[in-house]
């Protein structure tokens, strides 16, 4: 589908309604940034000027969570949001209109990325449970035991929120540009990283750099674990998007002293990532290694983050009695609308049907199967990533004259590789996993 022809607006309004929500969620995050600056004890961090390209994802992590705390007490498509909205882009644009000149590489970005725009098709997991999602979201108030309507709505990430209130009639191209942002600001992030005086900066900026070119390359024509866009109302590149911001977060965090601003964002992007995708949990153990490292963990100073992640708990558990659908050991038995063995048959559905398509989720999958299927359709993507993560190795080992490898590294990149060979064992679910593993591999603690 081509959405810049299906509009009733002529392409120039498609653009213009781009970057004018660029425009929107730079403005929303500024408050929040300049919020967390005034109480923080570190108001002038030397990498400030790196935290400053992640306003654009704050922007839209608070857009979702507002939206969040309104839909417990009513739907979300009303006048008077859309008017709240208006009024506070209107006060910030006044305050900080000359902010906006410092992101031109950000725009520079949406430029490039616009591109993805003129062919950009449909998920079709939007029929599945998107589109009915997201019309309970924009006419109702959050519903108790919603997935028992369908269980696939029991899913319900952070998305569902911010992309409900992003439709143009039968037009859903708002939508696909959220995730155009979020990789705007990855993509400046990781251009500062590159033209930083930080040798370590320039590393972390580098590897991804090095990953995105060999990306090109390989069997099956290419694909190593990079970032890749897909359809609209697909989350997957938004959750590697995110994962990748909130490593590159922890390795600036773990490398500076009183870093409190940092910190803090670590935190608003992990919730964020937790409140895309359950898997990303796993990244609470970046923030045992802060401890350890001696870290301080601003709480209280926190709270409202901690709030927009109970508050999205709390929603999972009206919709489907679980805290996190379909893991079946956080279900409630005790609420009335438990419905009995629901997550776990979710659960062994999506984990089988990811091993072997078609299966059901009462089928014994025998190793065989799921040899002979992965085989058939990962093992491209598996040589292409070992090769480049050689590659990337031996490229710092040569420039460093020295290995870093230790055991630690080695166990960790194991074990999360496994856990998406059992989880998930198909590429488009595997990128997240991929990026972390050339990050571990390439940095010794």
Request: with cysteine.
């Amino acid at each position: 589908m081509d959405f810049l022809e299906t509009y009733s607006f002529n392409n120039y309004f498609i653009i213009f309604l781009y970057f004018s929500l660029a425009i929107f969620f730079i403005l929303i995050g500024k408050l929040y940034f300049d919020y967390l600056n005034n109480i923080s004890n570190n108001k002038n961090s030397r990498n400030n000027y790196l935290y400053q390209s992640l306003i654009p994802v704050i922007g839209i992590f608070i857009f979702g969570n507002i939206l969040l705390v309104f839909n417990f007490f009513t739907g979300i498509n009303k006048p008077l949001i859309y008017v709240g909205f208006f009024l506070v882009f209107i006060f910030s644009l006044i305050k900080n209109y000359k902010f906006l000149s410092s992101f031109k590489i950000f725009y520079i970005n949406l430029i490039v990325l616009f591109i993805s725009s003129t062919n950009i098709g449909i998920s079709k997991d939007a029929n599945l449970y998107h589109f009915q999602n997201q019309s309970w979201l924009r006419d109702e108030k959050i519903a108790m035991g919603l997935s028992n309507i369908n269980p696939y709505l029991g899913y319900s990430s952070i998305n569902e929120y911010i992309n409900s209130l992003l439709w143009l009639d039968n037009n859903y191209i708002l939508i696909h540009f959220i995730s155009l942002y979020i990789l705007g600001s990855l993509f400046e992030l990781i251009y500062k990283f590159i033209r930083s005086d930080s040798e370590f900066l320039n590393k972390l900026g580098y590897i991804f750099l090095a990953i995105g070119i060999l990306d090109n390359f390989g069997l099956g024509g290419g694909r190593n674990g990079f970032i890749f866009i897909q359809e609209t109302f697909k989350n997957d590149h938004i959750f590697s998007s995110l994962s990748l911001i909130v490593l590159l977060l922890f390795f600036v965090t773990y490398k500076s002293l009183n870093d409190e601003i940092g910190i803090t964002l670590l935190l608003i992007v992990f919730v964020f990532t937790l409140q895309t995708r359950f898997i990303g949990h796993l990244f609470f153990i970046l923030f045992i290694f802060l401890i350890f490292k001696k870290r301080k963990i601003p709480l209280k100073k926190n709270l409202l983050t901690f709030i927009f992640y109970s508050l999205f708990v709390l929603k999972n558990i009206f919709y489907s009695s679980c805290l996190w659908f379909p893991v079946s050991f956080t279900c409630l038995k005790i609420v009335p609308w438990n419905q009995h063995m629901q997550a776990e048959y979710i659960s062994k559905i999506i984990i089988n049907t990811n091993k072997l398509p078609n299966s059901d989720a009462t089928d014994k999958i025998t190793f065989l199967q799921f040899i002979e299927h992965f085989q058939q359709t990962q093992i491209n993507y598996i040589v292409n990533f070992l090769i480049t993560l050689l590659i990337v190795i031996f490229i710092f080992i040569f420039l460093t004259r020295k290995i870093l490898i230790n055991k630690f590294q080695i166990t960790l990149s194991i074990f999360l590789f496994l856990t998406w060979l059992f989880l998930a064992p198909t590429y488009r679910f595997g990128v997240p996993f991929f990026l972390a593993i050339y990050y571990i591999m390439s940095f010794s603690y």
